[in-house]
């Protein structure tokens, strides 16, 4: 099956698994490349593997480009359900689109204090869960004393 039809082919699953369905396309631009680069590299050709390699990545890019966008989108819609605002966030555009998408350490400071929300608010649940427990051992203990 050549590459086209793979990539068309798991673009029917892009509604349903977006995620994953643009990590594969991006695995399938990287491997169709393989077995030129190992004949590149095994001829000794350095200028030639190079630009191979940087035809791999440029192909590849617009998945990348595409996923950076999902996982950004996903990130700003948990944060904002969450309450989080930080207000410091840099953005870049991709190569073939006029999406955007967070950098990496700004991507990674949203990742962290949704994280951080997380374990506050789970915390907090959990304290609260622990306290309606005992009350409710501790109208049960009542009851049992009362009916005696």
């Known amino acids: ?13 892009e509604s349903v698994f977006p995620m994953w369905t643009l990590r594969r396309q991006a ?25 191979l390699a940087q035809q791999q990545q440029f192909e590849a890019s617009e998945y990348q480009d595409k996923l950076r966008c999902v ?11 969450l309450y989080i605002h930080i207000p410091d966030l840099r953005w870049e555009s991709g190569q073939f ?10 991507e990674s400071k949203l990742y962290y204090a949704v994280k951080e929300q997380k374990e506050k608010r789970r915390e907090y649940y959990l304290k609260l869960a622990t306290a309606i427990t005992g009350m409710i051992g501790a109208l049960i203990g009542l009851i049992a004393i009362v009916k005696k």
């Open 1 to 13: 099956m050549n590459v086209s039809k793979r990539i068309r082919l798991l673009g029917a699953f």
């Open 27 to 51: 695995s399938v631009i990287y491997h169709a490349f393989d077995v030129d680069l190992a004949k590149a590299q095994a001829s000794g050709n350095r200028n030639k593997y190079d630009e």
């Open 71 to 81: 996982r950004t989108r996903r990130l700003l819609m948990e944060a904002e359900t």
């Open 97 to 106: 689109s006029q999406d955007r998408f967070l950098d990496d350490a700004s």
